[in-house]
């Protein structure tokens, strides 16, 4: 039987356009679904939500004929028009930012601050992209052949495909599709399969936009599902990029496959970032910084901080402000004005939980702060803190919770070498007032990782620029900078305006 949407704290969803039952499939501007049925959980209480029915193959196969066929006309439309369509689903965000970011509270479980700064994002991001819908430029190149000009021109790819993770269920595609959509593709989004109201409601707002302006539905076309929907994105030559977040073993074979239809991938997986506190650092802003990269989303961002490394002459003195602090950390329902700490996203990550404290004190952890579950109908662990060897296996894997590894060293060259010592390389930080340190660490002896920030935390990357990392991270880049490139193809293009022929290279054919 589908949930009761009579209940007081579900009764915000009928403003989004949600039903106790739900189609999961929006393809030639349409809503369907054939696939299995899906209930969408609360993870404070691991009750159900709504009923969402999945996507089948053929849903697939159907709303991938008319979105390839929706791209001839999008890309047709100038770009700086395409922009005005991504500022009007900015606008339409602004007006459902508190219902949506509750949503995402409700659904995934991050506290209800971080729900809302989650949609802002995106709309933050549509901003940034109307303004870059009149700067996709090209370049001219000075030619070596007299009456030659050469030239760079941006054409779009045609259908980019987003996979986006459950613990950023909406700001991720809007770091993807806000760019594609301004640099003439249409757009292919499967969102999480547990998430998928989250996925309907920001599919609902973008259907409106362009219904309003008459365009063609498909042009957004999404996704209910699980992996065989995944996989056939990663098949489907109609798709020239495809973008994917998520763990590096799947973000592997998401490569793998689509690198054998020799289509490009955008990869944003793992990370195991650390954060080090040098002896001349302000130890109150470390310590804020630290709880906040260490705790944020129940530890569940790729961008939380794992590894926290002290200076052997300032350790026990962070130590224990930071042990105090976890002790102050209120756990509770997200959606509650007080609550830090939100739920783990489901049943299984709280069984990884216990299995990963289990693995820490069977390698020689020592358990500081937390390290149980607690018993509830939620999903709710203790953020832990432990003090490890930075050798001990388990400190190279991601163990994605609110687990934190304290670790001693004595040199800067020692911290560096730990911060480079995993497989993941997407975000770091030093904290340090001494500029030879600072521009040691950002330098080519540094951080190995995309990110590589001075006295702020790990995780909160400002949009403007890059975002993503390298080694088992993946090497993806979205959001700003020139991560809009990714979206686009580059042809090099030379034109003749003369009366002869001259080769380059001064090659005479005679």
Known sequence: MA?????????????????????????SGVWRGHGPTVTSINPANNQPIAEVVEASI????????????????????????????VRQIGDALRTKVQHLGRLVSLEM????????????????????????????NGSIIPSERPNHMMMEVWNPL??????????????????????????????????????????????????????????????????????????AIAHDTRIPLVSFTGSSKVGQFVQQTVNRRFGKCLLEL?????????????????????????????????????????HETIYQTVLDQLVEAYKQVKVGDPLE??????????????????????????????????????????????????????????????????V?????????????????????????????RRPEVIFRWIGPLGSDCGIVNVNIPTNGAEIGGAFGGEKATGGGREAGSDSWKQYMRRSTCTINYGSELPLAQGINFG
Not at 14 to 21: F, I, N, Q, S, T
Not at 162 to 184: E, K, S
């Open 404 to 432: 934190l590894y304290v670790l001693k060293f004595q040199t800067l060259k020692e911290a560096i070498e730990i911060n480079n010592s995993v497989p993941q390389g997407l975000s770091s930080s030093i904290f340090t």
């Open 158 to 231: 045609g259908v980019v495909g987003v996979i986006t993770a459950f613990n950023f269920p909406c700001a991720v595609l809007g770091w993807n599709a806000c760019i594609a959509l301004v640099c003439g593709n249409t757009v292919v989004w499967k969102g999480a399969p547990t998430t998928p109201l989250i996925t309907i409601a920001m599919t609902n707002l973008v259907a409106e936009v362009l219904e309003k302006n008459n365009l063609p539905g498909a042009i957004f076309t999404t996704f209910c599902g699980g992996a065989e929907i995944g996989q």
């Open 109 to 136: 479980g991050k506290i209800l601050p971080e729900g809302i700064g989650e949609v802002q994002e995106i709309i933050d991001m549509c901003d940034y992209a109307v303004g870059l819908s009149r700067q996709l």
């Open 3 to 27: 949930p009761n949407f009579a209940k007081k704290e579900y009764q915000f969803l009928r403003e989004l356009g949600l039903a106790p039952r739900n189609q999961g499939c929006y393809g």
């Open 270 to 310: 793992s990370g195991n970032n650390a954060i080090i506190v040098m002896d001349d650092a302000d130890i109150q802003l470390a310590v804020r910084s630290v709880l906040f990269a260490a705790v944020g989303t129940a530890g569940q961002r790729c961008t939380t901080c794992r590894r926290l490394l002290l």
């Open 58 to 85: 053929e849903d697939y196969e159907e709303s991938m004929v008319a979105c390839a066929e929706a791209a001839k006309l999008w890309m047709q439309i100038p770009a700086p028009k395409r922009g005005e369509i």
């Open 337 to 402: 004005k007080a609550t830090l700490l939100g739920p783990l996203h489901t049943p299984a990550s709280k069984v990884n939980f216990e299995k990963g404290i289990d693995i820490i004190k069977s390698q020689g952890g020592k358990i500081l702060t937390g390290g149980s579950s607690i018993e509830s109908e939620g999903n709710f662990v203790q953020p832990t803190i432990v003090e490890i060897s930075p050798d001990a296996p388990i400190v190279k894997e991601e163990l994605f919770g609110p």
